[in-house]
């Protein structure tokens, strides 16, 4: 079956680095990669969507990757914010449009 | 736009009692999902609707839930009866038709006692 796997451990950064998530996934390709921001009590928010055939995407202080030879997508924010404080999730989405929901990943941005 | 509109937000019920959530989408939004989300994992499919119509239900215990979407806009779904194992947090999202985001409400945190 087709598995979405992040690191269950909260990743600590300080404010004003460069944050790193990632996003591993089994099996085939996925045809897209998206992510979403998800705050406590809250549904998730819908981030960027990568397509198969992009290496990167970007919105503003976010960045995404996509390496079908690796089988992994990463996240990245630039420049970050205790605002940026929350869970991130990792979904893929097949050729019915479904998703398929990693965990999440805590991050916490320290002042 | 308006954004996906979910209630109640929260609540308590005793097992083997009855429960029903209700969703208002995105207009224009085709695509309806449930979802059961339990603390610290990812959004668990329950039923996906594309107008009115059910397009895949197969994560749905159809022995106590059930889901409707009357003319393809607002969606109910009613747990009966509940036991503790479905206290969780309820998530509908909507959709247009495509490799588009999902549009989620703030969900119901249901809890059975």
């Known amino acids: 079956s087709q598995k979405i796997e992040q690191n269950s451990e909260a990743l600590n950064i300080q404010e004003g680095k460069t944050a790193t998530l990632t996003c591993n996934y089994t099996?085939?390709?996925?045809?897209?990669l998206q992510w979403y921001r998800q705050d406590p009590g809250r549904g998730p928010v819908f981030l960027l969507l990568i397509r198969e055939n992009e290496k990167e995407k970007r919105k503003e202080r976010l960045k995404v990757t996509f390496d079908t030879t690796l089988k992994q997508s990463l996240f990245h924010i630039t420049a970050s914010q205790p605002a940026d404080s929350a869970t991130y999730l990792c979904?893929?989405?097949?050729?019915?449009?479904?998703?398929?929901w990693g965990a999440g990943t805590k991050l916490i941005i320290k002042p | 736009e308006a954004g996906v509109a979910q209630s109640p937000r929260y609540k308590i019920i005793e097992k083997r009692q009855s429960v029903a959530f209700w969703c208002n989408p995105i207009s224009g939004h085709a695509t309806l999902y449930w979802y059961q989300q339990i603390l610290g994992q990812g959004p668990k499919l329950l039923i996906q609707?594309?107008?009115?119509?059910?397009?895949?239900d197969s994560q749905l215990p159809k022995d106590r839930f059930s889901a409707e979407r009357l003319k393809g806009v607002d969606s109910t779904l009613k747990i009966q009866p509940a036991k503790l194992e479905d206290s969780a947090v309820y998530l509908c999202?909507?959709?247009?038709?495509?490799?588009?985001?999902?549009?989620f409400g703030s969900g119901t945190r249901l809890t059975v006692v």
């Open positions: 609707f594309q107008n009115n119509g059910v397009v895949d």
């Open positions: 099996n085939y390709s996925p045809a897209y």
């Open positions: 979904a893929r989405m097949d050729s019915n449009y479904q998703l398929i």
């Open positions: 999202a909507s959709s247009r038709t495509g490799d588009y985001g999902y549009t």
